[in-house]
């Protein structure tokens, strides 16, 4: 919690949770202006019931914040400004939440502002917002993904 990380090298990711259960991931800035230290802000793998919020991820090459085989997990009230990818993505992790977080100025090929991918069915995304121009239109994608509920997200121009 409470962590400042800008423009590493040795990795792909700026914090990385694998194979647990409860993480937390709060209150962090992380960055990458060189575009060469990593490749995604947050990413949590086979971590089931786990919590990103209050995170500040900005100007990362590929997706903001990503969750994989993390079901039942939320992410909420972060700011993800310019992912060169999906600001906030779920693959294989069913029954998540995304709410209240702020995501803006894709950079390159952005395809969505988030993204339910690859069997993260039954996931929740209501009360974000969007402030910028993901793959023309997109900004919730649920793309390999059945019964996400997307409610009050707000594309602001």
Known sequence: TGNQIHDWTSNTRGIGVDMCRYALIAHNTISSYTGIGTTVGVS???AEYSKVQGNHVF???SNGIVLTTCPESIVSN???DEPGATGIAFSASPRCVATGNNIDNPNGGASAAIGFFSASDNGVAVGNRNGGSFGGTQNVNTSGSTGVT????????
């Open 44 to 46: 949590c793998d086979d």
């Open 59 to 61: 100007s990362v090459p």
């Open 78 to 80: 972060n700011i993800v």
């Open 150 to 157: 997307i409610a009050s997200n707000n594309t602001a121009s």
